[in-house]
């Protein structure tokens, strides 16, 4: 059964924002995994930040970034409408359990395994990062060891966070460790500020992690940078994860532990379209969204929304060749 | 084609508010007139808010009121599960036009109409106080002259606001002048501030339409003042409107033009339920929420959602006899 | 020269709130005092807050509170239009320098003494508390000692503030010790919250001060204490001083030092009035509404706004006989 | 050791609450159980959220509390100074860890354990209300089961909530089965809304829990449930716990669970002090402050810091005879 | 008549911002078209946004713009004090009615045209994207068909927005049409997002229009852009018009329709300056600042602010020679 | 005696962020100068706001610079941890007083000298930037006439503003005149907007005062601006004056006077950064920092706090050679 929020809107062209049952852009809406045969990608919202340590508020992100979408439209510089040329549905959201990390991520598992099990491409709205965890496991389970492109202030790679082994700030080493992520092939893009120390670094050098500190992005670009992420993980299945802190918090407010000096939107819009342009993506995901206002009023959600929009044209792109 | 939200939630006993496809309370999903037959009672959402003359907003109002629901359960004071006693569809919302105020009516009465036409009883959430013309008309298209309870700090029967006759500050002299609304069963509670002056209040004398002003409310308390207004309004067919602005500030600061010395929560809410337990109601509203804040972070979207739930328990008291 | 700001919109009834040039109720405007011999009211800002001990902002009340405003009419309960009863003018704000009391205060001072030497009723719009003492001044040169009204949380008869003299908590000892203010003749009302202590209670019982607590009003009810306050000061001149913060933070969150457990806007609003319309004043303040919203979405501002009204109506009332 | 930070303003009388360390009321510091000895009543802080359902936000709670307070003096009502009467100082926070909910409660537990142990009174700034099951757990196994005066919209005696057995929707009921607290000495003042059902009334019934629902304190006034809560309660050691969402949500709107036609400020300050005058208490706490604002802008925190006030005062009142 | 907001601080140099009548900047104000001749510049005001698709709040735009405002002085880059090298007054608002668009646009209309009449350059403040509608059409009947340098994220050139002729996203497209645009003189700069399509984009190309995406002015720098842009334009007669959506939501939050991915203010305000002294501007406006916050705390209000200034810096420079 | 906030989470790594009490960086405390002599580096709060002309809130700045803090850690493009290379103190707060400008100065000024006597580096948290006078004062004295790097959007060299000589427009006029600023090594950088004019800037020139606009970062890129600042100021003493201010708005919206068009953080940092390696720094502070959110939810703080961190990190950078 797919719903469709946009019918009563459909002689006038499109459904205003603000108007209508909320989906994901405005896109048709199933939450039965029969139905996904039929469509490129799947919208998945992981609404859990019960594993964030200093601010949460990110289990209002799936939302937010869907009510803060547009009508759809070509994307004015790459020339491409995704929502023409993908079959794009949205899947709902994850049966998470806001106290309950391990059974949240469970659902978080399960739901995205539904999504890979019909050959449709899950992209995630979250929830804090831990999320990945589980979307990532499911990802690998069907395709094998993934590389990763991933676009954040903190490497997440912690062996612990204050005793605890499952947070946000862990996700990519058990990932790693798991044998769900080949460490060659993960690129990370935008890192500063305080965290990790020497400890994690060594940790990530040892496996031969890709690191691009924001002074890397400043020295060479942030085309040079997603040039080389794209060589480095090649040809094989890769996921891309977004934490939107890696944006400036002058782009990005609303997330959990916010950073100056960081990317700014058009680094970091450009570098989702032309990373998910140049990779096999068999997943995606956008986090640490916490909104604090409504609608498009909230920058991060809009942002997020448009980090989204990236992602599926660069998919777009890739597909038309 | 219904649609239920909670599904993904049902073995965990409920959805959690920030979790899963939204729609009022929870509750299952159509917009198909033709499932209308099976409830009671039918969420509509009227995003509208272009003839609101102070400050605009509240076309978000929908939305918001159905992102600030909780789990069902039993009122405790009432000791009535509304959700149990009747059955509640959320029928999405009118295809409103946001520059079109004609066109955003037209859409507000078909769709109303549809609602009424299965013998179910709408429920509207606005949107401008504008929006209680269109579903009004429908209902009285249906019902005949209706009785009218009306929570609000104006009359909202201005012959013309800035020469203009058809905005927020107008619909019930239009109304009344249509034959849509008896002035004899008409009740206003809650009047208070500068507006209108003598003109209007004249015409309302002439007609026999019955105010409470807010300082009565002050000296008769507001139980007794909706007993003498469901006495007034009768047994026959009739209708609630509520302006959240009816409230004071303190207690629904977002809305379009807030007025100083209002009723509290308490008052109001407990008016509604016992106005809806009282009266023979065809239809209701809930308007003039405008939010500025996520979730029930946002105070006014979230008594404009307990102003619902006491007008469905209200209902669900009355048929339980 | 005297500027009408809703002349533009004459033909369409009223200027709306948000358009045209900024005045008190859209009412007209001059800075020329040769032009206040026409007019019963001056409504004269003091942007000033830099004797507020906890939070500033009061500088950005006078603005708030003009642009909080609404069309003219008549008061719902009294029955009365202020701005048809009374020749109101915008007497512009008085000439404060920011780093500077003492210059603002003589500023203050002198605005005043220009509206009381044409006999004209000067209606201050605050600024911190510490305005009260040059508007009074200005007001007891020409009326000698003045009874007084004083609705707020706080006493502000302190004998210093951190060993300064004078700050926004001393305001009424120094005007009593000045002989501008006849203590037998001054009532508070609305005290509460943990100052002051012993020292100044005992220093105000001296002198014959009476005091109304918050307690006095729940046991009475706002109407028997307003009551006593008239009969205690009498027939000759007063003056009414209006601190926001005599209403619960609920009401009027944007103020300097909110305390919680205060009047309701409907006891202060009801209570300026009965003030206002009971005593022969010859001046009047409302103060500390420090704004953080933009028009009437600022409820510190509106209520602000609502307190003049009373006032105003109180006064036309009083002139009506 | 023991830091007193408002040694530098000691000439001046006191500190200015913006400045200076922060401590509650601006308190000697320590975190030296040796010292605790010399001190009538600790307050320490649980700035723990995890458990919270709906909206986190609490774990800013403790601190932004101690921002909110203002200098000392007498309560203007009581006529005592509970920071004269009691020595009181700051005990600090009880070392919690965001993402884990066992460590953070074992952590809560040890430190009210060390106060306890000392012969203090601890009042506790949480936190969710999962907090008050280590503290009242640390209480009894010193006092043996306890009589508990819960302030509250919500019972908190679920059996679970989505299935976990420990969140802030369940601590009463686990209080109760491990006879922590005594449930013919259990009162629950406040309650409304939509929750809990049949099931968990019925469980309190059995165990003769005493409840009065918001509509029992509007017929009866607070000061008579009040007084039939410190009756019932009797002569025993007794805790009381205070949710501040027993407010409604114009007196405090910053709390993971609002819920409109609450207390007023008034009633809840006073129903602490008189409660906490009634009854021999060995510990509070006051929890679900969530904050939005800086210092005494923030109304949750700002109430949140009066509740603490009045129950310091009732003690004071107690222990004055 | 003309009424000096400054004269009463004279003496002291210049006007608070927070004190005094509110015009922009501080200047002379009239609304008697007989006084225009003597200046070279008006400033008016707009405050409609009925016709903004997404959010509305622009009503609010001209009074937060003249909020915003800072003493006068030299422009620290350009060396030039055009509040000292030009005649500016301040015209105040166009008598708009907010739920009657067409009159509105009749209002702004004859208002700018009373100021063309007098030789005097109009700089309007908006007000959503429409207003410039009537504006450009006043200053075309007088210039005859008009170059425009148009600055925002869309083309606005719509042929229709769900279904309506007129709203903020169609204006250019009728002007053009109506022959006031001259389309081989019309600039778009800072074009980025998901809209128009290709229907628009090739109605754009038939008439010759030229477009700067947002990644042209990435690849070329916005100084060569505007270059091409007033080469484009030439030395006839122009307008230019600036929707503040061109900023990225970073610089700009408050606005009807934002779009990550924007200009920076830098690159903004020089663009503007640059462009103003290279064109033979007839006039101008700014619009879609949809202010949140109070004076020059809100971001957008205060860039928009700064926008005019850079305007009226540019027109100086030209005039200079 | 020293306070160490984070011994209770010793065994954990590090103190989340929102608990225990609050130091700059979880830092230990102390307010007695004996113990300063351990330290390399003392952090005073200075949270005096009182001669700020448009805006106030800076007397919040130092709380929330210190609450917006982070765990310790390597700064990941320097390779250095400045927490463990200095041994760093938080030295409380001078005991300012709000209405008292002169006692404020004199409190800032006498613990700055504590510091300076104690041969330890003091790092100042503002406040109003009129608090560098009284702390570079206290420098100079211990000195001699030190050069000066200043980031900032203003000179600060105002002769008075408003008619009064100190302000926070003034106070670097007024260092130079006492000698406590050699003018020939003063650097100032990021000027723009239109403030001062041609009086305060020949008064500049005569001096020998370096000044680079907003322009000359823009064209010679901020880092060769600073390697220039460096070489103009050169080896003998140094203070480090911020204003945040000389951020954009989008990065530093909350402070006193935003200027639109400024640096971006990523600039600003690394200058601080890079001047701080550079320069024989004896002090240095952060100022006009006025939060509006809660903890790193606060950009401005946020910023604040990364601001004081690359000058920590500078200072260690120099002293490792």
Known sequence: MIF??????????????????????GLPLTEDAAELADFDVAIVGAPFDGLAGLDAGARWGPRAIRAAGVEHGPHLEAGVDAFERLRIVDFGDAPVIPFDAAASHRAVEETVAEVVASDTLPLLLGGDHSISLPAIRACAAAHGPLGLIHFDTHTDTGEDELGVRVTHGTPMRLLVEEGCVDPRRYVQVGLRGYWPGEAEMGWQRERGITSFFIHDVRERGIDEVVRRAVATIGTGPAYMTVDVDALDPAFAPGTGTPEPGGLTSAELLGACRRGAAGLALVGADVVEVAPTAVGSRDPTALVGDRIVREILTGIALRRAG
């Open 4 to 25: 469709d929020p946009s019918r009563r809107w459909r002689e006038h062209g499109y459904k205003p924002d603000f108007a209508g049952i909320l989906t994901y852009g």
